[in-house]
């Protein structure tokens, strides 16, 4: 299993940015994948993740409104748009593998790739 996130950068407040994650080795539409971050000296959170198969999608609600979590299966690919970055939005962002996810919560966080850090300036 191998997850390949992408994307991050330094960019100023109320900009966007986009991250991508791409997997293999396994079958894409059997799990969820779904972002988590963490900032310096917190702890790691559940930002967005998706389910392609039973179209479940939760979106943690400090983004809720600015984020947008997407996924191609054809290129076993999930995406996350991020506008209007806000400073505390600054963390390394990974991607990761779930057993499932809906809008209310998520679970079975089992492969971590590695992260991509994401700086918003003020």
Same mark, same amino acid.
């Given at each position: 299993?191998?997850?390949? $996130?992408?994307?991050?950068?330094?960019?100023? %407040? *109320?900009?966007?940015?986009?991250?991508?994650?791409? $997997?293999?080795?396994? =079958?894409?539409?059997?799990?969820?994948?779904?972002?988590?971050?963490? $900032?310096? *000296?917190? &702890?790691? &959170?559940? @930002?967005?993740?998706?389910?392609?198969?039973?179209?479940?999608? /939760?979106? =943690?609600?400090? @983004?809720?409104?600015?984020?947008?979590? %997407?996924?191609? !299966? $054809?290129? %076993? =690919?999930?995406?996350?748009?991020? +506008?209007?970055?806000?400073?505390?939005? =600054?963390?390394? /962002? /990974?991607?990761?593998?779930?057993?499932?996810? +809906? !809008?209310?919560?998520? #679970?079975?966080?089992? #492969?971590?790739?590695?992260?991509?850090?994401?700086? @918003?300036? %003020?």
């Amino acid at each position: 299993v191998q997850l390949q $996130a992408s994307g991050g950068g330094l960019v100023q %407040s *109320g900009w966007s940015l986009r991250l991508s994650c791409v $997997a293999s080795g396994f =079958t894409f539409d059997d799990y969820a994948i779904g972002w988590f971050r963490q $900032a310096p *000296g917190k &702890e790691r &959170e559940g @930002v967005s993740c998706i389910s392609s198969s039973v179209g479940g999608v /939760y979106l =943690t609600d400090s @983004v809720k409104g600015r984020f947008t979590i %997407s996924s191609d !299966s $054809a290129k %076993s =690919t999930v995406y996350l748009q991020m +506008n209007l970055l806000r400073p505390e939005d =600054t963390a390394v /962002y /990974y991607c990761v593998r779930l057993l499932g996810c +809906n !809008s209310r919560l998520y #679970y079975g966080m089992d #492969y971590w790739g590695k992260g991509t850090l994401v700086t @918003v300036s %003020s």
